[in-house]
């Protein structure tokens, strides 16, 4: 089409809306901050192993699901390392307070059998619930690559759809206890009891249902693949050299300037980073005041606290599924509260190497912390934020673990080295508003003020990532579409990639 585009960002949205416009004869250029790229598809080299920065359990990349169709459309599938979790237990919680494990199967009958096990009494409601939130999910034109009606909207006249997460699973569900372990995902979200959506609940747990896969060897893999498709088709991805300033004069982008000093110009441009983020790039005039406050006033969701650990050899055994920790039932709604003693739990896993044989060589432990935990420290830089910081890091690194030894009772003989990171290092790292990890909050009784369209009043500048839409691995690639169709016309993509598949 002998159109430029510039893509400020290299995450997982700037990659997936690139690698897209470059196979439809775009020359896309995309320019990233960080040394490497990926955005949360990062990893970094800690004791002689790789850890990925985020944990990454993707949905939709199973046979016939919308990330895979996505890939397939891109050409890339034989180029992904993937290994998909175990059927029969995909995932395994533990409540503290009782001291009470449950087994998610795979697939509606697996999930629905496997909770009946403990709950027979629910075994229709279960079925009932399990079909309402996949009745949710089949509304949704994009999340299931169908060409739209009309205006691109997340959004239906359903009851269910835009009542609260937690409401809507007591619509269905008596059993309280029950009630707390299908809001097991919600970490995973930044749910919230009487705010989030149901809609994001339902598409989030109907992803998991119909299965999960984890990378193999890492998840950087899959941003060397996405800029692989951009360099093939005659763009480029360069590293180390973010965008610092952006011109705009009349609703317009004029330019854009690099902190090498490179000065670009371009028949549109792509912000993949956070919108609040953007705004610093530019002078107050580019955009109306009342649109830079309403994106000041989102809400962001929870950040994390991290440990990233090396086992000592042959010391704890690889487990092919992601483990959860909740402390309380009443409290699996609350991990964005600051009125909570911290840890309320925590997401496990342990990633699969290449020949991944009996026993895990590292573990990924990940647990939901606001940012205010951190905000004394939110004026320091890293490596500069001094010996107080690093003591609190390493006391809530020792809860972490307290709970790790709570489920795997002698975990900590298995420790050969560990590295930490806080909302600050998300922060920092990702240039993400408060260390956020699912973008901006989703509220049902205000819904319209975390929609931020893709579409934004400087002309040829667009908005893509996981504060538009849905986040996540596979809420971001579907925004992508979005972004791309701005540019190309609606339902052009879609139709591309339903052809693709025959």
């Known amino acids: ?137 089949d509304k949704v034109d994009l999340f299931n690559l169908r060409p739209s009606q009309g205006q691109v909207s997340l959004f239906t006249g359903s009851d269910d759809f835009l009542m609260s997460a937690d409401a809507f699973i007591a619509k269905y569900i008596s059993d309280e206890r029950l009630r707390s372990v299908l809001a097991y995902m919600n970490p995973l979200y930044g749910g919230k009891a009487h705010e989030t959506p149901a809609y994001i609940h339902a598409i ?20 060397d693949v996405l800029a692989n498709v951009i360099k093939q088709n005659g763009g480029d991805v360069f590293a180390n050299d973010g965008v610092e300033w952006i011109e705009v004069n009349d609703r317009k982008v004029d330019f854009a300037r690099t902190k090498s000093g490179k000065q670009l110009t371009a028949d549109y441009y792509i912000s993949d980073v956070h919108p609040c983020t953007l705004l610093k790039l530019m002078d107050e005039k580019a955009f109306p005041k009342s649109y830079r406050e309403r994106l000041e006033m989102i809400p962001n969701t929870h950040s994390a606290f991290s440990l990233y650990i090396k086992l000592k050899p042959n010391s704890f055994p690889y487990i092919n599924h992601s483990e959860y920790y909740m402390t309380k039932y009443a409290d699996v709604w609350n991990f964005s509260r600051t009125d909570r003693p911290w840890p309320l739990g925590f997401l496990m896993m342990t990633p699969p190497n290449e020949n991944q044989g009996e026993y895990a060589t590292k573990i990924l432990v990940t647990a939901p912390m606001p940012f205010q935990m951190v905000k004394k420290w939110e004026n320091t830089t890293v490596g500069h934020r001094g010996a107080e910081y690093e003591k609190w890091k390493e006391e809530r690194a020792n809860e ?36 956020s990890i699912c973008g901006f909050a989703k509220n049902c009784q205000n819904i319209t003020l975390s929609q931020v369209p893709v579409v934004t009043k400087v002309h040829n500048l667009l908005l893509t990532g996981q504060n538009n839409n849905l986040h996540g691995f596979c809420g971001v690639p579907l925004t992508a579409i979005n972004t791309c169709e701005a540019i190309l016309g609606m339902n052009y993509v879609i139709n591309k990639i339903n052809e693709c598949i025959g």
């Not at 060897?217 to 941003?223: L, N, T, V």
């Not at 030894?405 to 002698?410: D, I, K, S």
């Not at 290092?425 to 240039?431: K, L, N, P, T, V």
């Open 1 to 137: 089409m002998n159109q430029n585009v510039i893509i400020i960002g290299a995450g997982l949205g700037g990659l997936f809306t690139g690698a897209i416009l470059s196979k439809e004869g775009f020359k896309v250029t995309i320019f990233e901050k960080n040394a490497i790229i990926g955005g949360g598809l990062q990893t970094f080299q800690r004791f002689g192993e790789h850890f990925d920065t985020g944990m990454h359990v993707i949905g939709g990349l199973q046979p016939g699901g919308n990330i895979w169709k996505i890939c397939r459309y891109l050409g890339i599938l034989d180029k992904i390392k993937v290994r998909d979790v175990d059927e029969k237990c995909t995932d395994r919680l533990y409540f503290s307070e009782d001291k009470t494990y449950y087994i998610i199967g795979k697939g509606r009958d697996g999930f629905i059998s496997s909770l009946t096990k403990q709950f027979p009494k629910e075994k229709e409601n279960l079925e009932q619930y399990v079909d309402a939130i996949m009745a949710i999910s």
């Open 204 to 223: 989030i747990s109907t992803l998991y249902i119909n299965g999960a896969s984890r990378f193999v060897g890492g998840s950087r893999q899959f941003a």
């Open 400 to 435: 972490l673990l307290a709970q790790m030894e709570e489920m795997y009772p002698g975990f900590s003989n298995a420790i050969e080295a560990m590295n930490t990171s806080s909302p600050l290092s998300i922060r920092d790292f990702y240039g993400v508003k408060e260390g």
